[in-house]
């Protein structure tokens, strides 16, 4: 158990529908990033939050958005869904020795 | 742009072969680390190399850091059925900085 969590499990929608993903972080871990791994993928970075704040940018498409409250989760928002956008969604908290810790993960399925 | 190259993609070895994957950067890392995703899991973190030159063990897996602090490789002896899953390399250029992941090379080993 790394001790991130995400909500939901799973989670099986239409196209045009819009869906958000929670992560909770370690205590303590102020980063949150946000990964994105379709089938036979790798990870796709999508974004970065520090302390409430932006902090990086990957390829995150302009339907998505993200946001990091001040108890330190963190949402990431899919709107307009497409077939294309089934996949697991993770997100990770990184330590102060830069060491990620993975939820276990949302996978979404478009239908 | 800061990337980090993985290879092989794919292999597929018989228990007890051995398997080797290898990450290359085109520019000094401040440090590489190594992940595992079993089958349906997560990402979770094996090791980070720091120091130039720096091999670690873990058992019947050896980590290696290049010289020039741009290449690493995951060697591991005699695989087991166990070690199935993909092992993502994941470079960080500048502390606290976001990681870099390499595309994963997914091990499958034959009983």
């Known amino acids: 158990d790394s001790g991130v969590t995400q909500t939901p499990k799973h989670l099986i929608t239409a196209t045009g529908q819009r869906v958000t993903l929670r992560c909770s972080p370690r205590?303590?871990?102020?980063?949150v990033y946000w990964y994105q791994q379709s089938l036979d993928q790798g990870l796709q970075f999508l974004i970065q939050?520090?302390?409430?704040?932006?902090?990086a940018k990957g390829n995150i498409l302009e339907r998505f958005s993200a946001q990091q409250f001040p108890d330190l989760h963190s949402e990431l928002n899919l709107s307009s869904l497409e077939l294309g956008d089934s996949a697991l969604y993770f997100c990770a908290t990184q330590a102060y020795s830069d060491t990620q810790y993975f939820g276990p993960g949302t996978r979404l399925t478009v239908l | 742009g800061q990337q980090v190259m993985q290879i092989p993609q794919y292999q597929h070895v018989q228990e007890g072969e051995d398997f080797t994957t290898y990450c290359n950067s085109s520019t000094t890392l401040s440090n590489i680390q190594w992940y595992k995703q079993r089958p349906g899991g997560h990402p979770v973190f094996l090791i980070q190399?720091?120091?130039?030159?720096e091999v670690k063990k873990q058992k019947r897996l050896t980590f290696q850091f290049g010289e020039a602090k741009k290449n690493s490789s995951l060697h591991i002896t005699a695989t087991q059925t166990t070690d199935v899953g993909t092992y993502f390399c994941?470079?960080?250029?500048?502390?606290?900085?976001?990681?870099?992941f390499g595309q994963g090379t997914e091990l499958s080993v034959k009983p």
């Open positions: 994941a470079g960080v250029y500048n502390q606290g900085g976001k990681l870099i």
């Open positions: 939050y520090y302390n409430g704040e932006e902090r």
């Open positions: 190399l720091v120091k130039s030159g």
């Open positions: 205590s303590g871990d102020l980063s």
